[in-house]
């Protein structure tokens, strides 16, 4: 099977059951006469999108900044605990509950002290996503680390390495694949939680548009909210899929030099 063919082979399937389901949300809403306050028929949700195209664009910029400043944070950080929890158990047996602790409290209960410390403005929405963002990532590194075959260490050692290197160089690039399963996580849903936060506290962003069209009972904008955060977070996957195939090769390679460069 020729690359152009493998390619068409792995996009047509996606494409004829998104068309296939527009296609059915479209006719059940003509012929079915819903109003658009009910429920927005695509063509409509396309109507508003164009109408509103640079109030949309601003909104979704600002979100885009709160949520990849975040994410970038939050990789940074996930990966230096990650690091942290392989490298020492103590700090393990202390970290990991706080972890999951925080990964499992709401962000609607926590945001209005987020609004209380760090006021309606951009910061303090950079900070819920990192926070939100942090447990994938790290959990995903210590895992990633604490899988890697005790004969990859052994080996570099053997020949002079020391363990920072053979860290930097070896265990973290054997554990690579299992960090971007984190970061893909983590980058599925930034940009969903910088909007709740927006929603529930900010002076603009998507949250705020959101908030505005339910009060206005204009579906169509709420639906082209929804449209701009599920193309922006389908970019980012994107953009780490790449990197991954540019740094690592394909799924079925291991990026490993046994020359050690």
């Known amino acids: 099977m020729t690359a152009r063919a493998s390619l068409a082979a ?11 389901l527009l296609a059915v949300w479209e006719a059940a809403v003509r012929l079915g006469h819903v109003s658009e306050r009910v429920l927005a028929a695509p063509s409509q949700i396309a109507a508003s999108i164009a109408d509103t195209w640079p109030e949309l664009m601003e909104a ?8 990849l400043t975040g994410f970038l944070i939050a990789v940074a950080a996930g990966l230096a605990i990650g690091i942290g929890l392989h490298l020492w158990r103590t700090f393990d047996r202390a970290c990991t509950p706080l972890l999951v602790g925080a990964q499992t409290i709401p962000l609607i209960t926590i945001a209005p002290l987020f609004m209380i410390w760090f006021g309606f403005a951009t910061f303090g929405k950079i900070v819920i996503v990192a926070v939100f963002g942090v447990f994938p990532v790290a959990v995903q590194t210590a895992r990633g680390l604490n ?20 860290l930097i160089h070896v265990k973290l690039v054997v554990a690579a694949r ?20 927006e929603y529930l506290g900010a002076m603009n962003g998507l949250g705020i548009w959101l908030q505005a069209a339910f009060n206005s009972f204009r579906t169509p904008l709420i639906f082209s909210a929804t449209v701009a955060v599920v193309a922006m977070t389908g970019l980012l996957i994107g953009a780490i899929s790449l990197l991954e195939r540019v ?15």
């Open 147 to 166: 899988a890697v075959p005790r004969f990859y260490e052994d080996v570099a050692l053997t020949c002079g390495a020391t363990r920072g290197w053979t």
């Open 247 to 261: 740094l690592l090769g394909p799924d079925d390679t291991i990026a490993f030099n046994e020359s050690g460069d």
């Open 10 to 20: 792995r996009i047509a399937p996606p494409t004829i059951t998104v068309a296939a």
């Open 178 to 197: 299992q960090i971007f399963g984190g970061v893909r996580i983590t980058a599925a849903y930034v940009f969903g939680t910088a909007v709740t936060a």
């Open 60 to 67: 979704s910029a600002i979100t885009a900044y709160e949520a």
